[in-house]
């Protein structure tokens, strides 16, 4: 098995493009399969690609183990020094001027928008490809998400389809970067400041990415982060706001502190309440643990690009697996998944859940993308919160009949709809592995590609 799993990494590495070109055409490659039980797919019997189990998440060594209980020792595990000394340090890695920690990435969205005054009877234009926190916040605020579809390639909202969205009500654009990669910043900034709105960026997927050198998150008015535990910095849970404007941050601070006064502009006496307010705050324990996390967010990153690199350069040729393409701006892709449109056309209409099984069996686990967690592939801008709440009773007092029905009649993504069928997606985790863990990828598609006919 060893010989002959080599036999197919070294036609990989060396694959001439006529033989890609043969795969290309619709024919099966001759690639040096000649063990006909190492050809058999694991799924059927056959043995898998690899039976080691890729780089778990998160990792932790006793650098972290020590400074979270420094943390736990000091008694002081609400939102402190430590919290303060964080916050600073994130703040100045992601390159922004001021920021501010909050419990989770949902809470810094929601009190971005909160802050900038988006409310009931606005419209927040973003996109049906990301995460239902991004939604949901839009909706608690009572203003209503309105999407505009988005680029297939890059599967970020498509920045030409914003203007036509555009009406009196729209007050903010929130676009996602989604998978960590990057949207068209310059085009949804520039159509933001013709029509003076407010934008504001979930970075949730992308911590690290660049926009021509900039860091995301720095690109607009707030930027938004997650540290939930499955993100390529994290700390459990946890998430960042960023910011220019210090009277903002205070704003987003004091909101996030059941509206206790914070900075100069708000100078009552530290317990009073002057604005409403919630409690959104980090613990310390969190902070010490995302201190040490920092210390690897650099290095892994850079392990995880050039993995994908390297992957893309294996499945780039391949007609049947499309990965998700960068604008030509974005000088650095940060990996919260490798995205990838998997064509079912070309695996004689396999579907996405047997071709996503037959990987698993190989030993190379693969998931259903973003937007679909489970099988149902349900895109967001149809899931059931949106009905919810536009069927409660404050936005029937906010929102016309008329207004509601036209939102239900224009609420059509179609190629996010298809996205949602075909997107697929390797954990960040797979891209902290070897060159070999990247192979086994590439030789694992190859098989199961090799092997359609046997499964449909
Ligand atoms: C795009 C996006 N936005 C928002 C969030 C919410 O972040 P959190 O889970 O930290 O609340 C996530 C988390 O997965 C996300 O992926």
Same mark, same amino acid.
């Given at each position: 098995m060893r010989k002959n799993n080599l036999t197919r990494r070294k036609f990989l590495a060396s694959a001439s493009t006529g033989t890609l070109a043969a795969f290309a055409s619709g024919g099966i490659p001759?690639?040096? +399969?000649?063990?006909k039980k190492a050809s058999t797919l694991a799924i059927l019997g056959g043995q898998p690609i690899r039976e080691k189990p890729f780089p778990r998440w998160p990792i932790i060594n006793e650098t972290d183990e020590k400074m979270v209980l420094s943390a736990l020792r000091s008694g002081k595990w609400s939102r402190g020094e430590l919290v303060a000394k964080v916050e600073k340090r994130v703040t100045k890695y992601l390159g922004s001027r001021c920021g501010m920690l909050t419990g989770s990435g949902t809470q810094a969205l929601h009190t971005s928008l909160h802050t900038l005054g988006i409310g009931g009877g606005d419209e927040v234009i973003t996109t049906p490809y990301t995460f239902i926190a991004t939604i949901d916040v839009i909706l608690l605020e009572d203003a209503l998400p309105v999407f505009a579809d988005v680029d297939?390639?890059?599967?970020? +909202?498509?920045?030409?389809?914003i203007e036509e969205k555009i009406t009196e009500h729209t007050r903010s654009i929130l676009p996602v970067h989604i998978t960590g990669g990057v949207s068209n910043m310059d085009k949804i900034n520039a159509v933001a400041k013709k029509h003076n709105l407010k934008v504001v960026e979930d970075a949730c997927q992308a911590i690290l990415a660049e926009w021509r050198g900039k860091k995301v998150g720095t690109l607009s008015d707030l930027g938004c982060f997650s540290f939930q535990n499955?993100?390529?910095?994290?700390?459990g849970e946890g998430g960042i706001i960023l910011g220019d404007d210090q009277k903002i941050i205070d704003r987003c601070y004091s909101f996030h502190n059941f509206g206790r006064p914070q900075g100069?502009?708000?100078?009552?006496?530290?317990?009073?309440?002057p604005i409403l307010g919630l409690k959104y705050r980090t613990m310390s324990l969190n902070a010490a643990l995302l201190d040490a996390q920092m210390n690897r967010v650099e290095e892994q990153c850079k392990k995880r690009s050039e993995n994908a690199d390297y992957l893309t350069s294996k499945l780039?040729?391949?007609?049947?697996i499309l990965p998700r393409k960068d604008y030509p701006e974005t000088t650095r892709t940060s990996y919260y998944t490798y995205a990838f449109r998997y064509k079912k056309e070309h695996f004689n209409n396999l579907p996405r859940a047997k071709f996503l099984s037959a990987l698993k069996a190989e030993g190379i686990p693969c998931g259903f993308g973003l937007g679909v967690i489970g099988p149902t592939s349900m895109p967001m801008n149809k899931e059931g919160a949106i009905i919810d709440a536009l069927n409660s009773k404050s936005f029937k007092k906010i929102y016309s009949k008329n207004r509601l029905n036209r939102y239900h009649e224009q609420n059509h993504c179609p190629e996010s709809d298809k996205m949602c069928q075909e997107v697929a997606g390797f954990s960040q985790r797979l891209l902290l592995g070897t060159k070999k863990d990247m192979d086994d990828i590439a030789n694992a598609i190859l098989k199961v590609y090799e092997n359609r006919d046997k499964l449909t």
């Open positions: 001759v690639y040096g +399969i000649i063990n297939p390639e890059t599967f970020m +909202i498509d920045a030409d389809k499955s993100k390529d910095l994290t700390c100069k502009y708000m100078s009552r006496d530290k317990y009073s309440y780039n040729e391949v007609p049947c």
